[in-house]
């Protein structure tokens, strides 16, 4: 088995517009892109890619899903080959191993310090809004930096009393264990056994993941005290890797796929500052030197970033080296400077929002234009100095991976610098000739990777459960957590009852109960689908061709269940379906003695009922009764088509009634008729569908 590491490290790395812009031509279209269907043959467009969800929908065949189920529908590789194939393309190194008892042990330390974080910054934000000392203090100073209770509450942010142990007195008896206090670096703990609070008497500044969860902390501090540092970080931990983490990636990756570019600040105010005036596409690296970490956690979003700096000229210079690496990891550099005195923070306040936007738009200016404007200052007469700029800006046109943009850029270098063209392409074949050398030196380190291996043609898998694509939550973080749960051990609600004992159900429940019951008994059988699909005959007319292939049920109801992004309404067929997905992924099949002996009595309880449930037909005998019964088996396909279908004719007529409320409403009435008309065709299609199936 692939080891959850080696699977999370794909998630985060694959780019999912970036991999299957290798087998279909993209636009951009808004925040996401389109292109013509890779499974039929279409004039217009209907296949989307949504970089900040991470997933793809073809709208002609209702296929979709995330990177993973693409390459599995597109190029028929199991899962476990899909990921070998990314990891090949993105040099990550595979490990397969069982997991031991410590690995579980270790991701139950990491939910447990996510636990403490979580708890520290609803902490630090309440105490500050709704205590004496919290507001005079705290809210006080984010009140004196012209941040608003909407931009407060937006970014979390909090105070820590400026007492030894407050915080951690407080967690401590609240039942947060110490371990978890210290190894977060919210409490210090001395040799002597006393304990402290970190961030006491600071401001706080949660940091959170792409998928919004807490990963550690900046204070900063509101004395003068000299002897300490005016902004404090979290230690680095098993969940906190500040070389790898951006501040206000969450808030900001909607606008950043949206704008198509990305702000890069210095501090945690000026991403704030920014965001509250309407530039919401913006990220900090917290004053910590830029890493191709970082960048690459942007390049997931776009490929355009634009640099903000400050007017001191000291910082330019030293700033300035982030521009190289921006450019290696193959992204389109902008650069606007501030003037002297100014950063973003205090230049947002001076300007209204459309006076900010302007100044960013025409102050912008290329890589090229922005070194040679700082640096030949300093070269001014001096050929030693000139020289030696030209030779740094050829440096950096040396880092793009992209030729065609180094020649594009050498062009514009020599109509600013009036030198010649052939000097600069000598100088830059040389740097290159030197790059290759020493990567040819360099030892790798690449782990030998296992091939991929051809998968059979009929076997059909899906990607991961959709549940969480929502856009909030990058799915590979939906990943990580899902398997995480799974290998925790999903603790279940006390005192709910059983499928035999459940309250009368809707219609929508039943569809979930049927899809549960489907796939406990006949998940792992294979089966022959048959598919409709709209098709235009020699006349240009609409008609419906049969399309068949073969699947397992199981694969076959998480497909679909995927396509269409369903989530259960119901706990305990959600907790069940869960844990399904799980096994679907890693295992390719359904285990079910993993279910009925799971350690939530809730699912053990609920699947053992329905397998035993399906047994008590077989008491009627009616075989010696001399009574033909037809077996379940022999109309499975009729059985999973019906179910789905019904379940989508369920959720459009519940969607419809919603459209319907917003038809009083003026200013929504004609979008919503229009979503109400397009909802009633496609229920037209289900019918026809249905139809055709019975």
Known sequence: MISRESIDRVFETARVEEVIGEFVTLKKSGSSY?????????????????????????????????????????????????????????????????????????????????????????????????TQKGKAIGLSYFKERGFTDETIETFQLG????????????????????????????TIVK??????????????????????????????????????????????????????????????????????????????????????????????????????????????????????????????????????LILEQGMNVKVVTFPDGDDPDSFSKKKTTEELKEYLENNQQDFISFKVSLLMEE????????????????????????????EIYIQECVRMMDISETVLFNELAQMMDKKSRDAERKPSTAQPRMSIASSNKNKVTGGISSSNATGDMPDDAAFQEMMLAQESGVKGTKGQASAKALPKTNELELYESEIIKILLLYGNHEVSFVDWIEEHDKNG?????????????????????????????????QKIYKEISYQINQEEK???????????????????????????????RWESKEIEVAQKTDVLQKL???VILNLRRVLIDLKVKELMHEITDEEKRVEALQEVMSYTQLKTLLFEKLYRVV
């Not at 030209?390 to 793009?400: E, G, L």
């Not at 285990?591 to 008590?616: A, Y």
């Open 34 to 130: 389109k292109g013509l269907s890779p499974f039929v043959d279409e004039k217009t467009p209907s296949f989307m890619v949504s970089p900040v969800k991470g997933i793809w929908k073809d709208f002609s065949t209702g296929k979709g899903g995330n990177v993973i189920s693409f390459l599995m529908e597109h190029e028929h590789y199991s899962y476990p080959e899909a990921i070998r194939f990314l990891a090949d393309k993105y040099n990550i190194a595979i490990e397969e191993t069982e997991q031991s008892d410590e690995q579980k042990e270790a991701a139950d330390e990491r939910e447990s310090m996510y636990l403490v974080s979580k708890y520290a910054q609803e902490y630090f934000n309440n105490l500050m809004q709704n």
């Open 541 to 573: 007319k609409v008609v419906m061709v049969k399309e068949e292939y073969t699947n397992t049920v199981c694969h076959e109801l998480f497909l679909q269940l995927q396509d269409d992004e369903i989530e259960f309404t119901h706990p305990i067929f």
């Open 590 to 620: 359904l285990l079910l003695d993993q279910l009925t002996s799971h350690p939530d009595q809730e699912i053990s309880r609920e699947v053992t009922h329905i397998l035993m449930d399906d047994e008590r037909y077989t008491l009627s």
């Open 191 to 324: 040799e002597n056994g006393k304990q402290y609070d970190r961030f006491k008497g600071r401001v706080m500044f949660p940091i959170h993941s792409m998928s919004g969860r807490v990963l550690g902390f900046g204070g900063r501090i509101l004395t003068n005290d000299k002897k300490a540092a005016k902004y404090l970080n979290s230690p680095e931990s098993d969940i906190y890797h500040k070389s790898k983490v951006l501040y206000g990636i969450y808030h900001a990756k909607k606008t950043i796929s949206k704008e198509d570019n990305c702000y890069l600040v210095e501090g945690y105010t000026d991403v704030i500052s920014m965001y509250q005036k309407g530039i919401t596409n913006v990220v900090a690296s917290s004053g910590t030197a830029l890493t191709p970490d970082q960048i690459r956690l942007v390049k997931r979003l776009t490929p355009n970033m634009t640099v903000l700096f400050d007017g001191d000229a000291a910082g330019l210079r030293a700033s300035v080296r982030g521009i190289d």
């Open 379 to 406: 070269a001014k007469n001096d050929p030693i100095k000139k020289a030696g700029l030209i030779r740094d800006i050829v440096m950096s046109i040396s880092k793009i991976p992209d030729s065609i943009k180094q």
């Open 640 to 642: 999973v088509q019906d």
């Open 159 to 186: 105070y820590c009393l400026d007492e030894w142990s407050a915080f951690t007195d407080t967690a401590l008896k609240n039942g947060y264990d110490l371990e978890y206090l210290e190894s977060t670096g919210l």
